[in-house]
């Protein structure tokens, strides 16, 4: 089950990621140290308590920058990373 | 009589200085032709000898008394005796043949043990999968069964059911941006401000008359 990747809209590139952190695909693939850069930040920000409960954790992890973004989110153990043009919501409804 | 032990791989520079401090009669050589080694062993054999004489006054274990017994692998039987001051290297004995004879006696009773002709018995294949195997299953059991196992092994949550919806989303809303950036910054200030109040000295001079 491919998970339709240009559907996103202002999609840059898109890349996968296994639990242990193996590349399994995506336009980004070949960017081995970003994505250790990324597993790093996933498995601190899965620590954060979220609510009371243990087993809540976050449903999608945006990592920001001027222009662009980085979306990431997880689905079926694997990790799914999305980089997006950014655009200030609040100046796209202005 | 000391054993010589000639090593291939080892370099070792042997000096007046270090013969004179060594405490026990093992010395190492790097592996070299036989006639620099016969010249290294002219040279030095006066001053073993004297060491042996110090040590062994009475005569103590032969030189072709073996360290470990092979049978049952204990350690040597007696242990070696201490010397306060090695004797100063005394002159080489006059007489060509004399060394001559000496040195061929050094050389064939002597067992030269060459440390690094070792046969490596190496594990076959499907024998290092096999026990690969192993000890993975039995290291996860052994996580398993512990409460704090899973802390370390952090597996990833199951997570949202369709990713591309939560990926294609509004992103964060600029007010959000400012709250955490105002956050972490007040964090990190706070961090650094972090300081050590010195109360008492924890090293007190006393004053010993």
Redo the contacts between chains.
């Keep these: 089950m491919a ?3 240009d ?3 202002d999609s840059l590139g898109y890349l996968v990621l296994t ?1 242990d952190g193996a590349v399994s695909g995506g336009d980004l693939e070949n960017k081995e140290d970003v994505a250790n850069q990324f597993m790093n930040i996933i ?1 601190t920000a ?1 620590r954060i308590p979220l609510s009371s409960s243990k ?1 809540d ?1 976050f ?2 992890l ?1 990592i ?1 920058w001027d222009n662009f ?1 980085y ?1 990431i ?8 990373i ?1 980089k ?1 043009r ?6 796209a409804m202005a | 009589m000391a054993n010589l032990w000639v090593s291939n791989n080892l370099q070792v520079f042997v000096s007046a200085s270090i013969i004179e401090t060594a405490k026990h009669n093992i010395l190492l050589f790097p592996y070299m032709p036989q006639p620099a080694l016969k010249m290294y062993i002219k040279t030095l054999y006066p001053i073993v000898k004297a060491m042996d004489a110090d040590m062994f006054p009475d005569g103590g274990p032969s030189e072709t008394d073996r360290l470990i017994n092979p049978a049952n692998g204990q350690g040597t039987p007696s242990s070696f005796r201490e010397t306060q001051v090695v004797p100063a290297a005394t002159v080489p004995q006059p007489g060509g043949g004399d060394e001559a004879s000496v040195l061929t006696r050094i050389l064939h009773t002597v067992n030269f043990i060459d440390v690094s002709a070792v046969e490596g018995r190496g594990l076959e294949q499907h024998e290092y999968h096999d026990k690969a195997r192993q000890y993975s299953n039995k290291l996860n059991m052994v996580l398993a069964s512990s409460g704090r196992g899973s802390k370390y092994r ?11 919806i ?10 959000d ?1 400012e709250l955490i950036t105002m956050a972490a910054k007040r964090a990190a200030a706070a961090v650094n401000d972090l300081k050590v109040e010195h109360k008492e000295d924890l090293v007190v001079p006393f004053g010993v008359p």
Excluded: W
Excluded at chain 2, 166 to 175: E, G, K, T
């Design positions: 998970v339709p990747f559907r996103i809209p639990e498995q899965l087993k954790k449903k999608k945006s920001v973004m979306v989110t997880i689905s079926a153990h694997k990790i799914y999305c997006r950014f655009i200030p919501p609040d100046a | 952090m597996s990833l949550p199951n997570g949202v059911t369709a990713p591309q939560v990926l294609a989303s509004q992103p964060v809303s600029l007010a941006i």
